[in-house]
């Protein structure tokens, strides 16, 4: 059983920046593919970013591509996500999820993630 937490979350401005983590115990970190989802008021859950085991893909939807970028350290068992030009419509809850164990490809769907965090709230003002 993994244990995840995210941290970082707050309100800012739009277009400012914001670096979420997430820290990872209780079960090898290196090994799994890591995932963020955010979830607005009203909406259903949605994928962020996905970063393999290796940390040599990552996947972004067109929504937060060239914005966010998804990374990890391995030797802090933390992942982190940073966020650029944030848009009011980034305010969400934002969720780690952790995924399938020495998966080379990434999963962009919540199936493909067992474990996840309690999420820390994002708000972005106009």
């Known amino acids: 059983q993994v244990q995840l937490v995210e941290s970082g979350g707050g309100l800012v401005q739009a277009g400012d920046s914001l670096r979420l983590s997430c820290t990872a115990s209780?079960?090898?970190?290196?090994?799994?593919?890591m995932g963020w989802f955010r979830q607005a008021p009203g909406k259903e859950r949605e994928f962020v970013a996905a970063i393999n085991w290796l940390g040599d893909t990552r996947d972004y939807p067109d929504s937060v591509k060239g914005r966010f970028t998804i990374s990890r350290d391995n030797a802090k068992n933390t992942l982190y996500l940073q966020m650029n030009s944030l848009k009011p419509e980034d305010t969400a809850v934002y969720y780690c999820?952790?995924?399938?164990?020495?998966?080379?490809?990434?999963?962009?769907?919540?199936?493909?993630?067992?474990?996840w965090g309690p999420g820390t709230q994002v708000t972005v003002s106009s």
């Open positions: 209780g079960r090898s970190f290196s090994s799994y593919t």
């Open positions: 999820a952790q995924g399938t164990r020495f998966k080379t490809t990434v999963d962009t769907t919540e199936e493909g993630y067992p474990y």
